[in-house]
Every structure is written in structure tokens, then in C-alpha cells.
């Protein structure tokens, strides 16, 4: 078991007729360790109790997460499948009847098989999620190929670690989160953190963070606006959203003109330096200053810092993944790390913080859409070759990849894709430009939803699944750092929900394809075969027993086989995963966000989230506690640029872009810069502030562009102060 | 396991303003789902600085000598405890004592509560819910030694300034009235 400074053998409080049940929280990447408690007379849960002996987070929780047992016995819970007979109604709660679960699996199968004979195998599609176990994950995969056979699956990924993936992929050669386990954070001696909002979004990193400071250490943040943990920092870096690319390659050119690249490891173990010193020869403190509105000393600053800490962490998050660059951004700021030789050992390296709670395991094994399991692309076709005898398919049975989640709404619009199945999602809410992907769903021929409550996407559906929480299914997950977890079992399934694994099983069965899934009857029967088809990837879990994880409290990927222990430091050889062992520099041409701000639209419209809150809100926003604390959006503006419209702190007033209007309380903060307004994205109906964002995807990663698009404020004349 | 008795420790400057101090509160077993504890907002209009408000535990407590009943006990462990049921008369005296305004009244039970310092927890050395879940160490539960190993950073003989001295917390040089101003006040007619 690791323990760093921060661990205390501590006991737990135990009531008369309790048992605690150790697990993990529901929500982000962090996957703090937590206690369910649960009554052992009506076997239900009723509470948590602190885990602290869990290595990464030591008993610590955000209010999401002290809260997250209060989803399990929720009164909002679906306890049966709905059936909803009126198409007319889509888009609305209304007209759900309960239904059996064999009148739901059999008016699927009709339905599913009715679109397919007529328009093909393609017409149906599955849009999938990561905050759920890597075994759902695999079957989501394994189902939308093999029962479904559909070419079209992809996930929510794409609006959450996509860009991460794709900038560690072009710059490492694999994409794991983070090169290092949490343990080393605090003992690093200069932290970059660009476009994370850690405070709110990863609370439970903060302990961390500060005591970097409380040894002497440096904090540079980069963002638009003074968050919590921007308000501490040696130097906050305060850009205009959209402009990271300059702001790297500016420190860039710095770091190499004073000195503090690392000839020796660039030459031993990178390419792309020659170019890519070349390319930021142009981005002068001055050039830099000026495309991102930072002041040229804090530039040289944060410069001077992280070129001389003997150890760094880079670390970044959907601030600049999610632009329309994001790849860039992310490969940039690791530019970083590979020039001054701050990676591949301990203390030193480069990590996202992972948005969902897998995040990383989930994009890992086959959701993605062109994806297999441990991260082989179905491109390849030993590949293929490897999962189709795993699945028990022929190769040439393997549908083709598909496109991306935006995308997919592009092709329900035009009818391509007619028939859909979402789970664990709720892109009416998280998708950008609401307006076309909430009209694109409603053109759907038949779809179909799985959740635990009634999400504003499930008011889409013919059909709704009743699924589990996290509490009522076991299996793992792989936290942020890469360390794949257990999730344990706390309480029977509520009601008639059921694991989607199992409603995967069964639905199959129905398809005609019970022979390759009538075998897995358990979440470990999942796991075990989820084990092999990863097997000889780039994300090896075969390793990665159950009991493995038990015993060393996780185990880091890639874990090959019954001996390897696991890595939770990669690179440690300096060997990085392209074929000639080097890492990429990337040489990286800054190009704007997709939408500057015009004379029509002035302001630049950011977005993301605040800390009571995750993702779309389906889950928080009916937990009482964090729905007092934050009951609704707001925008924050500037009293500066407040003043300018004649607006005032509460007053409601209409901000809009060129895709849509939302109607939204004025909070005045300094903590943002004049030239921005930033919304909370957790809100459904006209309060979400992705009926304003913009679809430019990333090339790469099909990333949108959430972080920055035009927007414009025009005061109410009913906007009275409440 | 430290066998040094523990204390509640805070660093006001690390709060994040998460509120997870809140939500905890609310898990203790005694607290009937209802926080005892606060953040607040200290500059809300200009940036995001926070800081929690919580029971001092005074050594002696006004809340406690205000209370004409002897509801308010102080356990062995130093912890200022919430009113006793069977003896709170409901007087709102202590919500008035307490320069912190921590005591709060529910006119339901007509009731005072307050922080106990988690004492089911903390009576056994475990920490109590709030510094157990803090994410940012804001609240800690330290032992003596942790306590004056935090101080020493503060000792500096190097001609800085240094904010803190003597250390963490002081005496006030305000003088702070038990309520019953009126006692002594005979009225005019």
C-alpha cells in the first residue's frame, strides 16, 4: 500500500447495524474512496463514512461527493421500463406508460430490426457514456458491433477527454492521463495548471496543490478567470479564452531562449525540436502578449519558473481541450515538459485532469468510434483479427469505423441514422449548439434510453431502460491518474432497474445474438472476458485481476499480465510509444478560436463548471443539498463591461450568439477578465448555455469548441433586480 | 494511530469555498441532516475568496454561560456541545451570546443547535465529518506536535514580516456583552 505524508491510520465511526461498504464516488475523474453505509436490516444505503485509507485522496470529498449516496434510493428513480406509444410528445415528459421489460426488449427488437431491413445495418446508432464501469464500457463497445452491428457507435468523451487523447497520442505515442500517480503532486516543485478550474472541478486535488506552495513551490494557473485555485497562484496567466496555443508556444520560445531546454534529452529521446524551435521563434513575449491579453512580465515569469524547478507538473483540462484546437493545446503545453526534460521520471511530467469519473478507462475499450478494446484501432486488422475471436465473429463481420458523437447528430438529421440507443448521456444538455442536435433527436425513428433518472435527453425516447447507480453494480473504473479501481456493490438493484451489461445480455438474445453474449451472467464474467480482449493493446489490462486491484489499492495500466504490478510512472526508461522510442515535439501554428468576437458579438462567451454540480446536472441538480447551493445558471460579467450595458449584479438579461438566446441572472465578479462572460453548463431546457456554443470540432479529436465562441448582451427591459 | 489528543486546526487562506465542510456536516449522525457549520462569501462582488465560519470551541464558552438552563455542556474532550434536549427552554440566549454566531434556533423543536465537534467521532479520536472530507486542508485534525510544528513556520528570525504572531489565534481586544443589557435597567414609568 503507498503511503505519502499525508496518510493517518484513522477508525470509522460503525452504528448498530451498519456495514460499510468500501467503493468509490460516482462522479469525476478523481474517484475519491468512499464508505457507503448501509443498513443492514432493510439492506439499504443510508449514508457515507470517510475512506481514509485510500492512497489518493485520504477520507476527502467535494459536496458532490458526500452527497452521491443520495442518487441510490432517490425518489426520481425509474423503477420500470416506459413505453411511450404518442411520437408526437418527443422532446416532452409526457405520455410514458410503465411498461414489462419483455414488451420493451420485444417492441425494441421489432423496431431495430424493421429499420435496419429497410435501410440497412447503419441506420441504428449507439451514443454512449463514460461515467460508468469499464465493463459496461466494453460491452456498450462489443453490443453496437456484434448485437446491433452498426458501424455508427461514439461517446460523450468527445466533449470531455477526446483532445487529451489525441494531443498524448501524437506527442507520447499512448494516451494515458497522467505519466505519474497523484502521490507525486505535492512533492513537485512548480505546478502548471492550464484550464483547470481545479478548486471546483477537482477539489480533491487541492490539498496537493496548496502544499506545493506550503514547500516552496511555485502555482502557475492559466485561465480567463480568478478561479479558487487561480487566486493563490505565484503567477495567474490571465488569457483571452481560445488563446492557449500562443500563450505555449510564447513560454515556448522562452524556455529555449534562456537556456532551460534539455539538449541531451532532446537529442537521446525526441523529435520535432529543430522546427518547432524555428516556429516559436515568432511568438516574442510581446507577440504572445498581444494575442492573449497576458501581460509580457507574467509571461516571462511563469517562464522563468517552470525553466528552472528542478521537478514540474503540467497539467491542463477542458479549458483548452475544448476548443477547436485542442489537440494543439494539449500537445503544446507538452511541448513543455519534452524540451526541458521534465517527464519520465518521478515528480516531473504531464497529466489531464480527467473530467468523468472513467473517463480514461472508458475511451480506452471500444467506444470510441474507431476504437477495440485496449485502445487498438479497428483500422488495424490484427486487431480485428485479435477482438472478432475474443467476440467469436469473423473479421470480416466487423463493422467499419463510424463518426463522431457531433457528427452522429449530423447524420440523424439527414436521416442517415434513424434509429438510436444513448446510455449513460445526456447530450440534450452537454452537446454545443442545442438547438440542431435537440432538433436531429426529435427526428429519430425509434430511440431508445437507458438511465436511472428521467434526463431532459431521455424525453427524447420511445423507450426508457431503467439502469443502476454505481451503487447497485460492481466492476471497475480507471481514475485519473490511470490506476484502474473497484467499484463494489452496496444495495440490490431498486425496483426493476437493471446494470446495462445485463439489459445488453438480454437485448442481444433477442437480436439473435445471444450465442456471443448468453455466457455472461455476472459483472466478473464481464470483467474476465474485458481482460482478453484488451490483451496486447497499448491499454493492457489483462493483469488487472479484480483481486490485483484489491490487494495493491489499484493497479496503473499498462498491467500485461499476473506478474506485472503495474506502472504507475510511465516513461521511466525514457522509451515512449512511437516505433523509434522518441517523444514528439510538436511544432504547432497558432490559428484563433473558429468565432472571434465581432462589432455584432463583442464578448467571448466561456463556459464550464462550478463545483456543486457534474456534467449536465441530471444527477446533482436533484440532490437537495448541491441544488440549494446552486439552483440555477448565472453569467458572470465584469462590473466593468457591466457598467458599459447598464446591467447589475442579479439583474436577468438576454445573452445570445449566432446560434441561439438564453435568458440568464447577471453575477458581478473582478475574478473574470472584461472581455469575457462565462455560464454554467450543468442546466437543462432554455437555461443551457449550449444552446449559444459552437460546433467547430477539432480536426483530430471532433472536440467542439466549448471554451469560446462570440457572444452578445442586451439588457431586459422586464430584467428587474430581484 | 497518534495517541496525542487532536485538535481542529484551520487555515483560512486555502479555502476553495466548496462548501464539502457543509455537506458533511450533514452526515453526522447527531446533526439531524442539518449543517452547523458556515462559508461565507468574503468579497463576493470582487473575487472568490471564502473562508468557513466555524464553533471556536471556547475555553469559556459565552454560549454556555449565557444559558440560564445549563443546557450547554462541555464535554471532557474541550468540545462545546449542542443544547441538551430535555434542558433547552428555547431562550435563544446563547444564539445571541456567541460573537461567532454559531448557535442557530429551530423554532420547530424550539431548540438551540450547534457544532459538537462531531463528538460521537471525535470523543474517539476520529476525526470529526467536516476535516475528514475538507479537500483543500482548510480544516485539519492535528495533534499538538502537528500544531506546533505549523507554528514553528511561523517563528522567523529574518527580519520579515511576519503576519501571525504570536500564533494562529489571540486573545481580542474587543469586549464582547452576554445578552440581558436591560437587566440592570429599571424602566422610566
Same mark, same amino acid.
Given at each position: 500500500m503507498q503511503r505519502d505524508k499525508f496518510f493517518r491510520e484513522e477508525k470509522n465511526v460503525k452504528h448498530p447495524n451498519e456495514e460499510l461498504v468500501k467503493t468509490h464516488c460516482s462522479y469525476c475523474g478523481m474517484q475519491c474512496g468512499m464508505n457507503l453505509r448501509v443498513n443492514k436490516l432493510t439492506n439499504k444505503i443510508i449514508g457515507v463514512e470517510p475512506r481514509y485509507d485510500w492512497p489518493v485522496t485520504h477520507g476527502k470529498m467535494c459536496p458532490k461527493g458526500v452527497t452521491a449516496y443520495q442518487q441510490t434510493n432517490h425518489d426520481d428513480r425509474l423503477l420500470k421500463p416506459l413505453i411511450r406509444d404518442d411520437a408526437s410528445l418527443k422532446g416532452t415528459k409526457e405520455g410514458f406508460r410503465e411498461a414489462s421489460w419483455e414488451e420493451a426488449y420485444d417492441l425494441i427488437a421489432e423496431k431495430f430490426g424493421e429499420l435496419q431491413e429497410k435501410y440497412g445495418k447503419d441506420s441504428l446508432s449507439v451514443f454512449s457514456g463514460v461515467s460508468m464501469t469499464n465493463e459496461k464500457c466494453y460491452l456498450t463497445g462489443k453490443f453496437a458491433r456484434v448485437a446491433?452491428?452498426?458501424r455508427y457507435i461514439d461517446y460523450n468523451g468527445r466533449f470531455c477527454m477526446s483532445s487529451a487523447a489525441g494531443g498524448f497520442l501524437r506527442s507520447f505515442g499512448v494516451d494515458r492521463g497522467s505519466t505519474l500517480p497523484w502521490t507525486d503532486v505535492h512533492e513537485t516543485d512548480c505546478l502548471f495548471i492550464a484550464g483547470s478550474n481545479t478548486a471546483e472541478c477537482h477539489p480533491t486535488s487541492m490539498f496537493r496543490v496548496w502544499a506545493v506552495q506550503d514547500r516552496g513551490g511555485y502555482l502557475i494557473v492559466a485561465d480567463p478567470r480568478e478561479t479558487p485555485v487561480a487566486r493563490r497562484a505565484d503567477v495567474h496567466l490571465d488569457l483571452r479564452p481560445g488563446t492557449d496555443l500562443a500563450l505555449a508556444n510564447g513560454i515556448l520560445n522562452l524556455l529555449i531562449q534562456n537556456g532551460y531546454a534539455d539538449e541531451s534529452f532532446i537529442n537521446q529521446h525526441t523529435n520535432g525540436f529543430e522546427e518547432t524551435k524555428e516556429l516559436v521563434k515568432d511568438f516574442t513575449p510581446e507577440y504572445t502578449s498581444m494575442i492573449t491579453g497576458v501581460a509580457i512580465e507574467k509571461i516571462e515569469k511563469a517562464a522563468e519558473i517552470y525553466g528552472k524547478a528542478p521537478n514540474a507538473i503540467v497539467m491542463f483540462a477542458r479549458?483548452?481541450?475544448?476548443?477547436?484546437?485542442?489537440v494543439d493545446n494539449v500537445s503544446a503545453y507538452t511541448n513543455m515538459a519534452l524540451i526541458t526534460g521534465k517527464i519520465g521520471r518521478p515528480k516531473a511530467g504531464v497529466a489531464t485532469f480527467t473530467g468523468q469519473g472513467n473517463g480514461q478507462g472508458g475511451r480506452e475499450h471500444g467506444q470510441k468510434s474507431d476504437l477495440l478494446p485496449g485502445y487498438q484501432k479497428i483500422t488495424n486488422p490484427e486487431a480485428v483479427e485479435r477482438v472478432s475471436k475474443v467476440w467469436g465473429i469473423e473479421p470480416e463481420e466487423m463493422p467499419k469505423p463510424g463518426v463522431s458523437a457531433y457528427e452522429m447528430f449530423e447524420l440523424? &438529421?439527414? !436521416?442517415?441514422?434513424?434509429g438510436l440507443y444513448l446510455l449513460c448521456s445526456n447530450p440534450a444538455v452537454s452537446a454545443p449548439n442545442l438547438n440542431f442536435v435537440r432538433g436531429a433527436m426529435k427526428k429519430l425513428d425509434f430511440m431508445v434510453c437507458g438511465d436511472f433518472f428521467l434526463s431532459e435527453s431521455a424525453e427524447y425516447a420511445d423507450v426508457i431502460l431503467p439502469s443502476v447507480s454505481w451503487s447497485e453494480d460492481e466492476g471497475?473504473?480507471?481514475?485519473?491518474?490511470?490506476?484502474?479501481? !473497484?467499484?463494489?456493490?452496496?444495495?440490490?438493484?431498486?425496483?426493476?432497474?437493471?446494470? &446495462?451489461?445485463?439489459?445488453?445480455?438480454?437485448?442481444?438474445?433477442?437480436?439473435?445474438?445471444?450465442?456471443?453474449?448468453?455466457?455472461?451472467?455476472t459483472a466478473k464474467d464481464v470483467a474476465e472476458e474485458f481482460r482478453l480482449a484488451s490483451k496486447g493493446g497499448v491499454a493492457d489490462y489483462y493483469g488487472a485481476t479484480w483481486d490485483k486491484i484489491d490487494e495493491q489499492d489499484g493497479v496503473f495500466w499498462p498491467c500485461k499480465d499476473k506478474e506485472d504490478k503495474g506502472t504507475p510512472h510511465m516513461f521511466l526508461d525514457k522509451k515512449f510509444y512511437h516505433p523509434d522510442g522518441r517523444a514528439k515535439i510538436c511544432a504547432l501554428p497558432y490559428r484563433p478560436a473558429a468565432e472571434e468576437p465581432c462589432e455584432k458579438y463583442p464578448l467571448r462567451l466561456t463556459t464550464g463548471r462550478v463545483v456543486y454540480h457534474y456534467l449536465s446536472g441530471n444527477q446533482t441538480r436533484r440532490i437537495q443539498f448541491l441544488n440549494d447551493m446552486?439552483?440555477?445558471?448565472y453569467v458572470e460579467v465584469h462590473p466593468i463591461t457591466a457598467e458599459k450595458y447598464g446591467i447589475k449584479h442579479d439583474e436577468?438579461?438576454?445573452?445570445?450568439?449566432r446560434r441561439g438566446k438564453c435568458n440568464y441572472k447577471v453575477k458581478i465578479t473582478e475574478a473574470i477578465r472584461e472581455d469575457t462572460v462565462f455560464v454554467p453548463y450543468h442546466f437543462g431546457g432554455d437555461d443551457s448555455i449550449n444552446l449559444l456554443t459552437i460546433a467547430a470540432l477539432d480536426p483530430m479529436s471532433k472536440m467542439p469548441e466549448f471554451k469560446a465562441c462570440a457572444a452578445q448582451i442586451e439588457k431586459l427591459k422586464s430584467g428587474k433586480v430581484l | 494511530m497518534t495517541t496525542t489528543k487532536r485538535k481542529l486546526y484551520m487555515e483560512l487562506e486555502n479555502c476553495i469555498g466548496c462548501r464539502a465542510c457543509l455537506a458533511a456536516c450533514t452526515q453526522c449522525g447527531g446533526h439531524e441532516e442539518r449543517n452547523r457549520n458556515y462559508v461565507y462569501d468574503v468579497n463576493p462582488l470582487v473575487n472568490r475568496q471564502t473562508m468557513p465560519l466555524m464553533c471556536l470551541h471556547?475555553?469559556?464558552?459565552a454560549c454556555a454561560r449565557s444559558c440560564p438552563a445549563q443546557a450547554i455542556q462541555i464535554h471532557e474532550t474541550g468540545a462545546v456541545l449542542s443544547a441538551l434536549v430535555e434542558k433547552c427552554i428555547g431562550c435563544q440566549n446563547c444564539t445571541i451570546a456567541c460573537p461567532y454566531g454559531i448557535p442557530k434556533f429551530d423554532e420547530e423543536e424550539n431548540l438551540m443547535y450547534k457544532c459538537d465537534l462531531c463528538i460521537d467521532r471525535t470523543k474517539d479520536d476520529i476525526p470529526p465529518m467536516c476535516a475528514s472530507v475538507c479537500p483543500s486542508h482548510t480544516l485539519q485534525w492535528l495533534s499538538e506536535d502537528e500544531i506546533n510544528q505549523k507554528k514553528q513556520k511561523h517563528e522567523l528570525d529574518n527580519d520579515k514580516w511576519?503576519?501571525?504572531?504570536?500564533?494562529?489565534?489571540?486573545?481580542?481586544? *474587543?469586549? *464582547?456583552?452576554?445578552?440581558?443589557?436591560l437587566q440592570g435597567t429599571t424602566k422610566l414609568f
Open positions: 446491433m452491428g452498426t479549458g483548452i481541450e475544448q476548443q477547436h484546437k485542442g440523424m &438529421d439527414n !436521416k442517415t441514422i434513424r471497475t473504473t480507471t481514475n485519473l491518474e490511470g490506476r484502474i479501481i !473497484k467499484i463494489n456493490k452496496a444495495q440490490e438493484p431498486i425496483g426493476e432497474s437493471k446494470p &446495462d451489461w445485463q439489459m445488453q445480455v438480454e437485448l442481444a438474445e433477442r437480436l439473435g445474438k445471444g450465442k456471443h453474449f448468453s455466457h455472461l451472467k446552486c439552483p440555477e445558471p436577468k438579461i438576454l445573452l445570445f450568439t | 471556547c475555553v469559556d464558552p511576519v503576519t501571525s504572531l504570536p500564533h494562529l489565534e489571540g486573545d481580542t481586544h *474587543v469586549t *464582547v456583552n452576554l445578552p440581558g443589557i
